[in-house]
C-alpha cells in the first residue's frame, strides 16, 4: 500500500529522510517510532503528497505522489501533528465541506457523518464552532475528519497527542478493526506502549534512516532488548 | 519593567519576522525604500503646488484639517494592529497566565504597535525635513511636526482602545464601551476641525488629548482577557447548515462557502461593507460641504468631482480587494494541510478564494460609485463611465492582490496572513499607478470621444477579468507547488 525506494526529502542542507526503503502492507498497521525531528513526520507528509521527495519515489496504492497527488489524496485519511482547523466552522459544516472536496453527495455524507460522530463521541459538539473545541476535541475532530469518508488508508502523525486514556483505548481497538477491514494504518508516534499495542510492524526511525524494521519482536531481538522502549534506546542511543 | 520585556520580545519578534521576508525578497526592501522617499516628496510637491495655485474656496484645508486626518487613519491602523497582536493571537494565553498586571500585557503590545508605525512616521518626516532643507518651498513648522506625532500617539492609542471595546462578548457591553471612549474622538474632532484652531492652538489640543487616549489604553486593559476570550471562543449553531451561495460546482461552492462563513463570522464582512459606506459618506459629505468647485479653472473644475469619485474607487478596491486577495492564501496559515491533504485541484481552490473577494465589487458600486454622481446629477453617460471602470479597477486590483498573495504568501501569525507593513506600502502603490491606467485612460478617452470612452471601458474591463481568470491560474500552479 504504501511504498517508498530510495526516498530521499532534504530542507537546506539538513537530510530529514535518507535514502528510506519500505513496503507496508494492505491491511497492517505500520508504526514508524522515533526521536523528534528523526524524519516520522517528513516521511508521511510524502506519502500525503504534502512534501515533494528530492529523490527516490514513493507511491501509494500504485498512485504516485507526485504525478498522481489527488489519486493518492483521495485513498487516504490524514490527522496531523498539530491539527489547526477551521475555527469559525462547526464541526458539522467542516465535516460536510471536507465530504464534497471529496466528492460525497449530501445524501451519502450524512450517515458517514453520523457514523463517525459517535465513533468519536462528537455528537454533541458537531454545533459548535470549532474555536471552543478543546485540544482532545480538535484531535478527536481531526480523526473523525480522516476516516468519516472510508479510505483505504490512514496516515496519522501522533494520532494519541490530547487523547485522554478511555478515548486512546477506543482509538487502539478502532485502528485494529479498520486494519482487520482491509484498511492500512501508518502511524507515528514516540510512546513505545501505543506501537506495542496496536502495529502489526514498526520501523525505527533516526536522523532520517531505518534503523530497524519488523515485528515488535523482531525489532527488540535485533536490539537484543526484552521490551520495545529499552529496543528503542539501544537503537537511537541515549540514557 | 514588565510591559518592557513584553514589548522587547514582540519587538524582537516582528524584526526577525520583517527581516526574514528582506531576505527573501530583496529587490522589495529597495522598492519599498524608493517608493517612500518618492511619496514624501509627491505630498512635499502637492503641498507646494496648492500653495501656489489655492484651492476651491469652499474647500478649506488646515493644518489642524490635516492633523485631524493622520490621528483617524492611524485610530484605523492602531485598531487593526491591536486586532492582531493583542486580541487575536492565541499566543495570548502564555502572556495572561503570567503573574502580572494586564496593563503591563496590554501597555507592552501598545508599546509595539506604536514602535512599528512611529519608525515609518520617523522616516517620513526626517525625508520632509532633507526635501524642505533641498530647496521645497513648504513651510514645516516644529509644531506641525510635533502635532503630527501626538495626532499618531493619540491615534493608535484610540485604535487600540476602540479594537478591545468592539471585541467585548455582548453588543450592549461593545455599545457601552464604544459610547464612553466616543467623547475623546470628538474632543478631538473639535480641537482640530470644527473649531479652525491655528497650528499653536492645535498643538496645545492634541497635547491635552494624547494623555487622554493613552489612558484609554490602560483603561481598557483589564477587559483584555474578556476580548480575547470573546474573539476566540466559538459560539453553538443549530439547525440544518446552509451553503450562503448555490453553485453548480459542489467543491467550488464548499470552498466559498467556508471561505465566506469564516469571514463572515470573523466579522471581515460588516468590517469591510462599514469600510465601504463610510467611504461612500465621506465623498458625499465633500460634495456636500464643498458644492460644485467654482474657484477652479474651468478645465479642472469638470474633472474635480469624477477624480474623487475615482479616488473612492482606488481606495476602497486597494483595501477591500488587493489586501483579502494578498492575504487568501497566507491565511490558511496552519490549516493549509486541510486543503492540500484532500482531493481537490489548486485551479479550484483559487477560483473559490477569488470568488470570495470579488463578491464585494456590487458594494463598492451600490456604496463608493454611485452616491455622489446621482446627488450630483451627473449625465447617464458619466454615471456608466464611473461603474465601468470602477467594474475594470476592481478586477485588476483584486487580480493583483490574488498574484502577488499566492507568489510570496505571508504566513506569519502575528499578521494572520495579512501582508507586512513593508510589502502593504509597495502594493498600494503599484495599485495606485494600476488604478490610474485603469481609470484614467478610459476618462481620458472619454474626454475627446464618450462613445469610445465608453467602449474602452468595457474593454478595459474584459482585460480586468481576463487578469482575474490569468491571476488565480497563476495563483494555482503556485499553490500545487507549495509544499505544507
Known amino acids: ?239 | 519593567m514588565r510591559a518592557y520585556a513584553v514589548y522587547a520580545a514582540e519587538v524582537l519578534d516582528g524584526v526577525r519576522a520583517v527581516a526574514a521576508r528582506i531576505r527573501r525578497q530583496r529587490s522589495g526592501a529597495v522598492w519599498f525604500a524608493l517608493l517612500f522617499a518618492g511619496t514624501v516628496w509627491l505630498a512635499l510637491r502637492l503641498a507646494e503646488f496648492t500653495l501656489v495655485i489655492g484651492l476651491p474656496p469652499t474647500l478649506e484645508i488646515t493644518p489642524g484639517t490635516l492633523l485631524f486626518l493622520a490621528f483617524f487613519a492611524t485610530l484605523g491602523k492602531g485598531a487593526v494592529d491591536a486586532y492582531h497582536r493583542a486580541i487575536r493571537p492565541d499566543s495570548l494565553v502564555f502572556l495572561l497566565s503570567q503573574p502580572m498586571d494586564r496593563r503591563a500585557v496590554a501597555l507592552g503590545k501598545f508599546l509595539t504597535v506604536l514602535a512599528f508605525n512611529l519608525a515609518f512616521l520617523a522616516a517620513a518626516l526626517g525625508l520632509a525635513v532633507l526635501f524642505v532643507a533641498a530647496g521645497m518651498r513648504v513651510p514645516l513648522p516644529w509644531e506641525f511636526g510635533a502635532g503630527l506625532v501626538l495626532a499618531v500617539v493619540a491615534g493608535l492609542a484610540s485604535g487600540f482602545a476602540l479594537a478591545v471595546l468592539g471585541s467585548l462578548g455582548t453588543w450592549r457591553r461593545k455599545a457601552a464601551g464604544l459610547a464612553a471612549y466616543a467623547p475623546v474622538i470628538a474632543a478631538v474632532y473639535v480641537a482640530l476641525e470644527s473649531s479652525d484652531p491655528t497650528l499653536p492652538q492645535a498643538f496645545a489640543s492634541l497635547l491635552a488629548v494624547t494623555p487622554v487616549a493613552l489612558a484609554g489604553v490602560l483603561a481598557t486593559s483589564h477587559l483584555l482577557v474578556e476580548a480575547w476570550n470573546n474573539q476566540t471562543s466559538g459560539r453553538r449553531r443549530t439547525g440544518e447548515p446552509r451553503p450562503y451561495l448555490r453553485l453548480r460546482d459542489a467543491k467550488l461552492e464548499a470552498l466559498v462557502d467556508a471561505e465566506l462563513k469564516t469571514m463572515v463570522r470573523k466579522r471581515q464582512v460588516a468590517l469591510s461593507l462599514a469600510t465601504v459606506v463610510v467611504l461612500g459618506a465621506a465623498l458625499v459629505s465633500l460634495y456636500v460641504i464643498v458644492g460644485p468647485p467654482v474657484g477652479l479653472p474651468r478645465r479642472f473644475a469638470g474633472l474635480f468631482y469624477p477624480i474623487v469619485v475615482a479616488m473612492g474607487i482606488y481606495v476602497a478596491a486597494a483595501t477591500q480587494l488587493t489586501v483579502p486577495g494578498m492575504s487568501a492564501l497566507g491565511k490558511e496559515l496552519d490549516r493549509l494541510w486541510i486543503l492540500k491533504s484532500h482531493p481537490v485541484p489548486g485551479g479550484t481552490v483559487y477560483r473559490a478564494k477569488t470568488a470570495a473577494i470579488l463578491l464585494l465589487v456590487p458594494a463598492i458600486l451600490v456604496a463608493v460609485v454611485l452616491p455622489l454622481p446621482v446627488l450630483a446629477g451627473f449625465p447617464l453617460a458619466v454615471i456608466s463611465l464611473l461603474l465601468l471602470v470602477a467594474v475594470a479597477a476592481s478586477f485588476a486590483l483584486a487580480a493583483l492582490g490574488v498574484y502577488l498573495g499566492a507568489r510570496s504568501p505571508n504566513f506569519d501569525p502575528n499578521t494572520q496572513g495579512l501582508p507586512d507593513s513593508i510589502a502593504l506600502y509597495n502594493v498600494f502603490l503599484a495599485a495606485l499607478v494600476l488604478a490610474f491606467v485603469v481609470i484614467g485612460v478610459p476618462v481620458g478617452v472619454y474626454q475627446f470621444d464618450p462613445v469610445l470612452g465608453i467602449l474602452a471601458a468595457i474593454l478595459i474591463a474584459d482585460f480586468g477579468a481576463l487578469g482575474v481568470v490569468l491571476a488565480a491560474e497563476g495563483g494555482a500552479r503556485r499553490y500545487d507547488r507549495l509544499e505544507s
Open chain 1, 1 to 239: 500500500m504504501f511504498r517508498a525506494a530510495q526516498l530521499t526529502k532534504r530542507y537546506g542542507d539538513v537530510v530529514a529522510v535518507d535514502a528510506v526503503d519500505l513496503d507496508v502492507r494492505s491491511g497492517e498497521v505500520f508504526g514508524l517510532l522515533g526521536s523528534n525531528g528523526a524524519g516520522k513526520t517528513t516521511m508521511m507528509k510524502v506519502f500525503m503528497t504534502l512534501l515533494r521527495p528530492d529523490g527516490g519515489s514513493a507511491t501509494v496504492d500504485g498512485a504516485d505522489v507526485v504525478r498522481d497527488s489527488l489519486a493518492v489524496r483521495a485513498l487516504l485519511g490524514y490527522v496531523p501533528e498539530n491539527p489547526s482547523l477551521y475555527e469559525k466552522l462547526t464541526g458539522l459544516e467542516f465535516l460536510r465541506f471536507l465530504a464534497a472536496l471529496r466528492g460525497i453527495p449530501k445524501d451519502r455524507a450524512a450517515p458517514l457523518i453520523a457514523d463517525a460522530a459517535k465513533l468519536f463521541r462528537l455528537d454533541r459538539e458537531l454545533e459548535l464552532e470549532m474555536d471552543a473545541y478543546s485540544r482532545g476535541m480538535r484531535q478527536k475532530m481531526a480523526l473523525a475528519a480522516a476516516t468519516f469518508h472510508r479510505p483505504k488508508g490512514l496516515v496519522l502523525d501522533e494520532p494519541t497527542n490530547g487523547l485522554d486514556p478511555r478515548f486512546t483505548k477506543i482509538l487502539k481497538s478502532y485502528l485494529r478493526e479498520f486494519a482487520a477491514g482491509g484498511g492500512t494504518v501508518l502511524l507515528s508516534t514516540h510512546i513505545t506502549d501505543v506501537a506495542e499495542a496496536v502495529c502489526d510492524r514498526v520501523a525505527v526511525v533516526h536522523e532520517g534512516r531505518v534503523v530497524a524494521l519488523g515485528t515488535v519482536g523482531e525489532v527488540e531481538a535485533q536490539a537484543g532488548a526484552s521490551n520495545l522502549e529499552d529496543a528503542f534506546v539501544a537503537l537511537v542511543g541515549g540514557p
